[in-house]
C-alpha cells in the first residue's frame, strides 16, 4: 500500500483495509471492496448500543463474546460477491463458539445497527444484504434513535421474517437457533438511556 490515505476509486482487499487501519490508527468499513470512513455518533446512538449490550451482556451464553462498535467483522469471505471483500463494525455483535482472530470476528449469531440520518439508507439496504448472508447470523436488529422501535429479521428454517417492535413496555423473544438458548430484550431497557430525550 502506497498511500496512508484510502482511495475512493480504488478496490481493496481486507487485507489492506487492516494494514490501512494500522497505518493511520483509523477505522474504515469495506462494502464491495470500497473503503467507508467511519464517523462518530450522537449521545443518543451510543445510549441505545449500551441499553442493548446490558440487555443481552446479563443473558448471553458462557463461551459467547459481545461487542459494542469497536470489533471489526469480516462478512462471509467464501461467499463474496464479485470477488469483493466487505467488513463492518456492527454497533453490537454477538459471537460464540471457536475465536479465531484477535482483530475480528467472523460468525455472529446477532448483529445490531442503531439508526442515524447518515448511516440509515446503508443499514436497511446493502449492509442488511451482507449481514443476511452470513451463515452464522440469526437475527439482525435495526433501532430507532427517534423513537422506542426495532426491526427485527430473525432467520427462520424458510428464510428471513422481518416483524416491527414498538413501546418500552414491549417484550422481544430473540431465538438464536437450535444450539444456542434466546434472548429475550425489553425494549424500555434497550432505551432506558435515553428515554427523556425521546
Not at 426491526?151 to 437450535?178: A, C, M, S
Request: hydrophobic share 35%; with cysteine.
Amino acid at each position: 500500500m502506497n498511500s496512508a490515505l484510502p482511495d475512493a476509486k480504488t478496490i481493496y482487499s481486507f487485507e489492506e483495509l487492516l494494514e490501512l487501519e494500522e497505518l493511520t490508527g483509523l477505522k474504515y468499513e469495506l462494502l464491495d471492496g470500497q473503503i467507508v470512513a467511519m464517523t462518530g455518533g450522537t449521545k443518543a446512538h451510543n445510549l441505545i448500543a449500551l441499553g442493548l449490550f446490558s440487555e443481552i451482556d446479563g443473558q448471553k451464553e458462557e463461551g459467547c463474546r459481545l461487542y459494542v462498535a469497536d470489533v471489526k467483522l469480516q462478512i462471509d469471505r467464501e461467499r463474496r460477491i464479485n470477488e469483493k471483500d466487505n467488513s463492518a463494525y456492527p454497533d453490537v455483535m454477538l459471537a460464540c463458539g471457536e475465536e479465531g482472530s484477535e482483530l475480528y470476528e467472523e460468525s455472529p449469531l446477532l448483529l445490531a445497527e442503531v439508526l442515524s440520518d447518515s448511516t440509515a439508507r446503508k443499514d436497511k439496504g446493502a449492509k442488511r444484504e451482507k449481514y443476511l448472508a452470513i451463515e452464522s447470523l440469526q437475527c439482525y436488529l435495526i433501532l430507532s434513535q427517534t423513537e422506542v422501535m426495532v426491526t427485527v429479521y430473525q432467520r427462520r428454517e424458510d428464510g428471513w421474517v422481518k416483524d416491527f417492535y414498538l413501546g418500552k413496555e414491549t417484550e422481544v423473544e430473540i431465538p438464536l437457533g437450535h444450539q444456542h438458548r434466546g434472548l429475550k430484550l425489553n425494549l424500555g431497557q434497550v432505551y432506558k438511556y435515553v428515554e427523556n430525550r425521546i
